[in-house]
């Protein structure tokens, strides 16, 4: 239920943040506003410090080593992205849809085609092709997704580099030692597929984008504990991509 899930996040705010609980325990309802206000404020600034680091940072990594894409997708403007574009287009076509189809392609630019937020683009899976006979098969395993995790979690800078442990990254300092089914929901959302579509401002109701249905849609999955052992298994393929969260300090 959506409670159990809000108490689970409440429970890891805790863990993350000592002293949290005592203090939130030993304060006045107006102050326990405040507080909760505050970490609002830093989740919403810290995520469009992220989306606005992987709008450009997007762009080096869709298009081809030694190549441009055309036409050109300025790093930092959006509205040539989406379906209006051959490279954002592939990448964000539905699974069991053929971007390759003149009739589908037509259909998605011009928005015959509304894309529901639970139908999952193929830039979630490794290679980005889908399987239909194993969906399992490559999900939520696309480089894309690794480059921005990787982005994000411990530096720019790291995308490029193997996992060493010379230094800790964005997700060491503030206490995160693996890969979480939240984060991955959180990259594959909020930031990858955003940074590919063409809109200008993220908002999670947005009706074109239907982030908050995607996002959820993600994590029920990952949530199901009839998908327990697929689901395990991509935790440790994922904490070996970027094992730098795991290495000792």
């Known amino acids: 239920s959506s409670e159990r899930k809000e108490y689970a996040v409440f429970r890891e705010l805790m863990r993350m ?20 206000d505050m970490i609002q404020k830093g989740a919403n600034g810290a995520r469009a410090d992220d989306t606005k680091g992987m709008k450009s940072a997007v762009i080096d990594w869709i298009t081809p080593k030694g190549q441009t894409l055309n036409p050109h997708i300025p790093r930092n403007v959006k509205s040539g992205r989406g379906f209006n574009h051959e490279r954002t287009g592939a990448l964000l076509c539905p699974a069991g849809l053929d971007w390759g189809s003149l009739e589908t392609k037509t259909k998605l630019v011009s928005g015959q085609i509304q894309v529901a937020g639970d139908q999952w683009p193929v830039l979630l899976y490794a290679n980005y092709t889908y399987d239909p006979e194993d969906p399992w098969n490559g999900l939520l395993r696309s480089g894309l997704l690794v480059s921005a995790f990787k982005h994000i979690f411990t530096s720019p800078s790291s995308v490029e580099q193997e996992p060493r442990a010379t230094r800790s990254g964005n997700a060491r300092i503030h206490g995160m030692r693996f890969v979480t089914k939240a984060s991955i929901s959180y990259v594959a959302t909020q930031q990858v597929r955003f940074a590919l579509t063409s809109a200008q401002v993220f908002s999670r109701t947005d009706l074109v984008t239907d982030s908050e249905r995607f996002y959820n849609s993600i994590l029920d999955l990952l949530d199901d504990p009839e998908e327990k052992v697929e689901v395990d298994q991509l935790l ?14």
């Open 17 to 36: 943040v000592p002293g949290l609980e005592a203090r939130l325990i030993d304060s006045s309802e107006e102050e326990v506003i405040h507080i909760a």
């Open 236 to 249: 440790t393929w994922w904490n070996r991509q970027v094992a730098i969260l795991s290495l000792p300090v």
